[in-house]
């Protein structure tokens, strides 16, 4: 394992403020309201969610208010706006959450002035208008967050305070997106006392049924919930290194590593190899800053893409493991002198994971902001032109078609949804390939032809 923090320097300051505000990162737009009545301080907003609409080819972000949920076309971020406010079921909320299956959004909250419940939005419609389809409090009236496993159709609820009771993790079926079941509740581990291991599940991740619980100081659990009578235990990582709160977790595309934050001052990104999952290996920590805050960290490709509360957006080219590089920033939050953190303010959320390649991100003060990234040389510049790629039909039904009329080499193929999960994997070898793909859901996909003389990544809409 080796520990790494990452330090950056600042030219200019005015007033004992940052001024050095970005690298590598253009903002493309900023929208907030302070007529909001703030809580807890200056919180007005709190996490984000990015919507892709493949039949009508928009980009929508969903920022979540202290009140409401705010739409807003980003398809031209030039020309952002806001298009649609769906009031909140709770009031007053510090926390709410959102996770996308198909065209619907579903919607919880927790810390907040009156009891909620799950809401269930139709966005088929947009850009006039947001349908509510669901609204109910009998499967939750407080929850931290939601995650939905679509490949299994299953959402999961963690923290969920019910009208009945407690559960540290409830499971839910969405074979009808409109009125979610529910499987079962989490069966926690017992230690050899026959006592729980942990009692909340503060943030979780879910792939193939394997679920990995970010439980607060007790550590990361991994679970296998693929038959929910008889729940396994697959890996704990508990003792590490700058171990704090643990928060947040999620896979690289191949799942054999595993990046998480502890939400602490100070305390810094972490990745494990988890390729024998029973034996988890620390690879590499680091951070913007020593004493930073970072919030929740996502794979996409070789990098990671961070909401660090008051350091704002940081993306770290992790391309080398052992050496983790930042490679762009935006400061959302320039309130704080260089180096002074003072907690829970700036940055909560970000969204990589648009087809445009744009980013999104929700400041706790400062509302929504619309990024693009320059990546440099990455997973769409041609390094080799001795193969010339021809993908169709685009949009694609059931066969995918791959011409390579010079082909002299073999390559492989990966396609990835929008979140960087692989859901299909081939090789290409002739000059005519015909790829099914059925078995997908409709929607927007990356595929990624590569060898090592050769990288280029196609964006496919699937009906």
Request: hydrophobic residues 40%; contains cysteine.
């Amino acid at each position: 394992m080796r520990k790494i923090y990452i330090l950056l320097f600042i030219l200019l300051s005015v007033n004992g403020l940052k001024a050095q505000q970005s690298l590598n990162m253009e903002l493309l737009a900023q929208w907030n309201d302070t007529t909001l009545q703030p809580i807890d301080g200056d919180q007005l907003w709190s996490d984000i969610m990015g919507y892709h609409d493949s039949i009508k080819n928009k980009e929508y972000a969903i920022l979540f208010g202290n009140d409401s949920f705010y739409f807003f076309d980003i398809t031209n971020p030039k020309t952002t706006k806001l298009i649609v406010t769906v009031d909140g079921y709770s009031k007053k909320s510090i926390n709410r959450d959102v996770e996308i299956y198909q065209h619907y959004a579903y919607c919880v909250s927790e810390r907040s002035g009156s009891l909620g419940g799950l809401q269930i939005l139709d966005l088929q419609y947009l850009p006039d208008s947001v349908h509510e389809v669901y609204r109910s409090d009998a499967l939750t009236v407080q929850a931290h967050t939601v995650f939905i496993e679509v490949e299994r159709k299953r959402m999961y609820i963690p923290q969920n305070s019910t009208k009945v009771g407690f559960s540290a993790m409830d499971i839910f079926s969405l074979n009808n997106p409109e009125n979610p079941t529910k499987l079962a509740s989490l069966q926690v581990p017992l230690n050899g006392l026959g006592e729980a291991q942990f009692s909340k599940v503060h943030e979780m991740y879910s792939r193939n049924d394997t679920v990995y619980l970010s439980c607060y100081e007790n550590g990361l659990y991994m679970m296998d919930l693929t038959n929910l009578n008889a729940q396994k235990l697959l890996g704990v990582i508990a003792n590490y290194p700058q171990r704090g709160t643990n928060h947040s977790s999620w896979l690289n595309a191949k799942g054999n590593m595993i990046m998480f934050t502890d939400e602490n001052q100070g305390s810094p990104i972490k990745i494990f190899d988890i390729s024998d999952i029973g034996n988890p290996k620390q690879i590499v920590y680091f951070n913007s800053h020593p004493n930073a805050l970072p919030h929740n960290a996502y794979w996409k490709e070789n990098m990671a893409v961070v909401s660090a509360y008051e350091d704002g957006v940081y993306i770290f080219d992790i391309t080398n493991l052992n050496n983790p590089k930042v490679h762009a920033f935006y400061d959302t939050y320039p309130l704080n002198a260089d180096g002074v953190y003072s907690g829970f303010h700036g940055c909560w959320g970000v969204w990589p994971y648009l087809p445009s390649g744009n980013i999104i991100a929700s400041d706790i003060s400062e509302g929504l902001f619309v990024m693009k990234p320059n990546y440099g040389v990455g997973e769409n510049e041609i390094i080799s032109e001795n193969a010339i790629v021809e993908i169709y039909p685009n949009p694609a039904n059931k066969l995918v078609n791959f011409k390579m009329p010079n082909l002299n080499e073999n390559y492989d193929l990966i396609i990835m949804d929008t979140k960087g999960l692989i859901v299909k994997e081939s090789a290409i070898n002739s000059t005519n390939l015909k790829l099914s793909i059925d078995g997908l859901n409709a929607g927007f996909y990356f595929f990624k032809i590569s060898n090592a003389n050769y990288s280029k990544t196609f964006k496919i809409i699937i009906e």
